[in-house]
T-cell receptor, first 116, second 109 residues
Framework: GAGVSQSPSNKVTEKGKDVELRCDPISGHTALYWYRQSLGQGLEFLIYFQGNSAPDKSGLPSDRFSAERTGGSVSTLTIQRTQQEDSAVYLC??????????????FGSGTRLTVV | DAKTTQPPSMDCAEGRAANLPCNHSTISGNEYVYWYRQIHSQGPQYIIHGLKNNETNEMASLIITEDRKSSTLILPHATLRDTAVYYCIVRAIRQNFVFGPGTRLSVLP
């Protein structure tokens, strides 16, 4: 597609439920990143996929968070047993593999998750 | 942790140049300087990047000091739509982008 697409744009869930957030990167972009942004805060890195390499999961805050990327394209971020502190905007970004410094990331518009 | 230091907020009059400073005194030789901005309720948007030379595109100019320890993003004629949080990031190829708190720029009518 022309840009990074995320769905849903908004999600309200009850505490303790599982949620799945989806990211469709730009076609041909092999690097994909997930960040989250709590209200009034900066962006917090979560996880990074680069081609067929093992993902960098160093930013995942707990084992309730996981992500996968199927076929090197679409990615799903799953949060199990959601807690109120998980409420945030979850942002996905993609970039060209090995782009030396070109353009950096292109971000999606995010999924606003509210845990009640 | 972010490797950059930016003022938390700045004001600029509409139509005037906005000059946003960034300190990155520990920058390595292989790290580029990137600028992104985030308008309320949107994902961050790429603005410009550079290594050591000054750069200009349709959005902004980037001035990097000769020692590369600081830089300035210049919006030549700020408009109300330029009101946003501006992030200065240093990053080597294939590294993650680490976003600090940025500078909240308010363009005033």
């Amino acid at each position: 597609g022309a840009g990074v697409s995320q769905s849903p744009s908004n999600k309200v869930t009850e505490k303790g439920k599982d949620v799945e957030l989806r990211c469709d990167p730009i076609s041909g972009h092999t690097a994909l990143y997930w960040y989250r942004q709590s209200l009034g805060q900066g962006l917090e890195f979560l996880i990074y996929f680069q081609g067929n390499s093992a993902p960098d999961k160093s930013g995942l805050p707990s084992d309730r968070f996981s992500a996968e990327r199927t076929g090197g394209s679409v990615s799903t971020l799953t949060i199990q047993r959601t807690q109120q502190e998980d409420s945030a905007v979850y942002l996905c970004a993609s970039s060209l593999q090995g782009a030396p410094a070109n353009y950096g990331y292109t971000f999606g518009s995010g999924t606003r998750l509210t845990v009640v | 942790d972010a490797k950059t230091t930016q003022p938390p907020s700045m004001d600029c009059a509409e139509g005037r140049a906005a000059n946003l400073p960034c300190n990155h005194s520990t920058i390595s030789g292989n790290e580029y300087v990137y600028w992104y901005r985030q308008i309320h309720s949107q994902g961050p948007q790429y603005i410009i990047h550079g290594l050591k030379n000054n750069e200009t595109n349709e959005m902004a100019s980037l001035i990097i000091t000769e020692d590369r320890k600081s830089s300035t993003l210049i919006l030549p004629h700020a408009t109300l739509r330029d009101t946003a949080v501006y992030y200065c990031i240093v990053r080597a190829i294939r590294q993650n982008f680490v976003f600090g708190p940025g500078t909240r720029l308010s363009v005033l009518p």
